[in-house]
């Protein structure tokens, strides 16, 4: 490809109110071009390096034996309202009437429409195991898209589904598909790590989620570097304090003026934070008001109020007004008095006596809170989230927190799908048995994001040989006064091309500066540079991207590289 009839340009300066490198370079380098939130087209380069990233996914799928196949993405909303999840699932989904009137959603997975295909197709055991996948475009409206291709609403994934006898099957295919996805990754250059994860809307038993660690990523890990423990903070339990054993004391009203954060209650008493009682206030996606308390020194999870409620539509922050209406006070609110609310305490608020908890008054608090003592939860739970330095549940050794970006993930959905469509089979037994289904993800996009995240440096990106959009960068300098350096790079272009290796040809009349810009910031594995300079020491000049490794090869030796592939042993410059 000559980069002179490449559809692309490159900027010159950073994009405003770009915070990742991903989503800058991305921009700057011609990959990528917004549409609108959330919302990207795929130049060239980014289509072709995408194509790429779906390759290697193919390849291990396929290995495992999936076999591929595509899915609508256009369902009738009826699919959905079968299982349940279309009345689960908030705003994200896209929800629309086609001209006959039907209601029709856009599909943000598919395990409905694998379900329904299996209830056709699949009637005896001998038909199992199987598994199918393909590659297809998902839109999610999430409500904050952001790091250009890190979390958007429109995106490919891979989704893969396992069809199952038994859960002994399953587990089967879920350690294929567990290291068929770290084969997946390690081939596109990511370091990721398996974290349990939550199973969200997706149901089931259990799930993994492929992170790679990055300091803008949304996820909060909890990792033990001693035992290797990794979990999603949403569902990680590590350990907790005993509290020091004490008598119930009497209830004690004292006056608290302006401290409605735990920080300032907790100075104004001179008590440490771990002596109150936190409250957070929430309201369902099916309009339940929820009163969460947890210890001052811990935050409430909300994934795990969520699985604990059962909320439909998960959770929102309570207004003021809704606070007042249940008779609580914002700032100085706690369970004592409070009316028409489900109640939710942490299992160490339970355990840890005489806490300091909201009057429900302005301007005031209550000492000696005991639970039950003094108010009846309706639900007793761990919904703290876990805290760097607490035991891991392992080795009792200090957990470490990080932040991560979800690359794949993997569910065992069980048979609450097959179930839900009638996907049944008739076993050896002469009984019809429901088919047990696994489910697993991989957003292509995000995975290029992160690819750029991890190979760039300050020039530009710099391509893993597995997944460049071209194996090789040719530039030329000085073509246009030199009809001999012309010629050798439309050759070395054309041999290429005939070999079926395809490389970028920059045969633009640009200045030698532009051009190397250009080929840092692109990021091709291999930039060969052919300049008189070059030809006088020998042939041309061959530097490794990622490393700037390089050297002066001979025109005979590079035509030969280019016709039977770009791997060139350049030594380290001297």
């Not at 995408?50 to 256009?74: A, C, L, Y």
Request: glycine residues 8%; aromatic residues 8%; contains cysteine.
């Amino acid at each position: 490809m000559r980069l002179s009839q490449l559809f692309f340009t490159s900027l010159r300066d950073d994009p405003a109110d770009v915070e990742m490198p991903s989503h800058r370079l991305l921009l700057r380098a011609g990959y990528i071009r917004q549409l609108g939130s959330g919302i990207y087209s795929l130049l060239p380069l980014g289509f072709r390096v995408t194509r790429r990233v779906e390759q290697v996914v193919r390849e291990e799928m396929d290995r495992i034996g999936s076999q591929e196949m595509e899915m609508p993405v256009v369902h009738p909303a009826e699919v959905w309202k079968e299982s349940g999840r279309y009345y689960k699932i908030g705003p994200e989904m896209v929800r629309f009437k086609d001209r006959g009137d039907r209601d029709m959603v856009l599909a943000m997975t598919h395990e409905e429409v694998v379900a329904l295909l299996l209830r056709d197709i699949v009637q005896s055991y001998r038909q199992l195991p199987m598994m199918v996948y393909h590659f297809q475009t998902k839109f999610r409206d999430e409500p904050r898209s952001r790091g250009g291709l890190i979390r958007v609403r429109e995106f490919v994934m891979k989704d893969a589904y396992s069809c199952d006898r038994d859960e002994a099957g399953l587990d089967a295919n879920y350690r294929l598909q567990y290291a068929a996805y770290e084969r997946i990754f390690r081939r596109l250059g990511l370091e990721a790590i398996a974290v349990g994860a939550d199973v969200g809307i997706m149901g089931g038993s259990g799930a993994h989620e492929f992170m790679v660690l990055n300091d803008f990523g949304e996820d909060t890990l909890v990792l033990c570097e001693a035992c290797n423990f990794a979990d999603n903070q949403q569902i990680a339990i590590v350990g907790k304090p005993d509290p020091t054993p004490e008598d119930a004391l009497p209830m004690e009203d004292v006056e608290t003026p302006d401290a409605t954060t735990i920080d300032a209650l907790a100075t104004l008493l001179d008590i440490p934070r771990s002596k109150t009682a936190k409250a957070a206030f929430f309201v369902t996606g099916d309009d339940r008001f929820i009163v969460a308390i947890v210890r001052g020194d811990y935050d409430v999870n909300e994934t795990k109020l969520v699985n604990v409620v059962k909320a439909r539509g998960g959770l929102r922050p309570a207004t003021i007004e809704e606070i007042k209406a249940r008779g609580m006070e914002a700032g100085y609110g706690s369970p004592l008095g409070a009316r028409d609310a489900v109640v939710v305490v942490d299992e160490l608020v339970v355990r840890s006596p005489n806490l300091v908890a909201g009057a429900n008054r302005v301007g005031w608090h209550v000492k000696n809170v005991n639970v039950p003592r003094d108010y009846t939860p309706d639900h007793i739970a761990e919904i703290t989230n876990a805290r760097a330095g607490d035991p891991c549940p392992n080795c009792g050794q200090p957990v470490v927190l990080r932040q991560g970006i979800e690359v794949g993930n993997i569910f065992k959905l069980g048979t609450d799908f097959s179930e839900a469509f009638g996907a049944t089979f008739l076993g050896e037994d002469g009984q019809a048995h429901p088919v047990v289904m696994g489910s697993y993800g991989i957003g292509l996009g995000r995975n290029v994001a992160c690819i750029v995240e991890a190979h760039h440096d300050e020039k530009g990106i710099a391509w893993p040989d597995e997944v460049a959009p071209y194996a090789a960068h040719l530039v030329t300098i000085g073509a246009n006064r030199d009809p001999q350096i012309a010629e050798i790079g439309d050759r070395l272009h054309e041999i290429a091309a005939s070999a079926g290796r395809d490389i970028l040809y920059d045969d633009r009349d640009e200045s030698a500066g532009v051009k190397f810009t250009d080929a840092e910031l692109l990021g091709m594995p291999w930039i060969v540079t052919v300049s008189p300079r070059s030809i006088a020491a020998g042939g041309a000049e061959v530097t490794r991207r990622a490393t700037g490794d390089r050297s002066t090869v001979p025109l005979e030796t590079l035509e030969r590289w280019l016709r039977d592939g770009f791997e060139i042993p350049v030594p380290a410059t001297a």
